[in-house]
């Protein structure tokens, strides 16, 4: 087990949610998961969150949003945002406007996710 992080994955897609819960918990971390940001942010009332992985591109309420009421919160969690949409897509292009933003493009090899959280 690396360490005792929380996690929390946030994806409207259930087998990208699913996927990225057995990786990070097969190497120890706890991780819990939501479908929309209104979902997280009722978990993360209930539960410290060492980290977050966001989508960007969500019903409800996008990842950008989600960051910044994360930010606003829980400003001691860490955030991962992932897209699938390119780096010109203009809600990416916004979520590389915030500060700090640490952004992988799906598909992305899972040893990045695993170094990106072991890194936080």
């Not at 829980?74 to 700090?100: C, L, Q, R, Y």
Request: glycine residues 6%.
């Amino acid at each position: 087990m690396f360490d005792n992080k929380r996690i929390l994955i946030v994806d409207d897609e259930m087998g990208m949610r699913e996927t990225i819960q057995d990786v990070l918990r097969d190497i120890g971390y706890k991780v819990d998961t939501a479908e929309h940001g209104i979902k997280a942010l009722s978990l993360m009332k209930k539960n410290k969150y060492d980290i977050a992985i966001l989508d960007i591109v969500m019903p409800k309420m996008d990842g950008v949003s989600l960051f910044k009421q994360i930010k606003e919160d829980f400003s001691d969690t860490k955030v991962i945002m992932m897209t699938g949409f390119g780096g010109d897509h203009p809600i990416v292009m916004k979520a590389n406007e915030i500060e700090d933003t640490i952004l992988l493009i799906k598909p992305y090899h899972v040893n990045e996710l695993i170094d990106t959280v072991k890194a936080l």
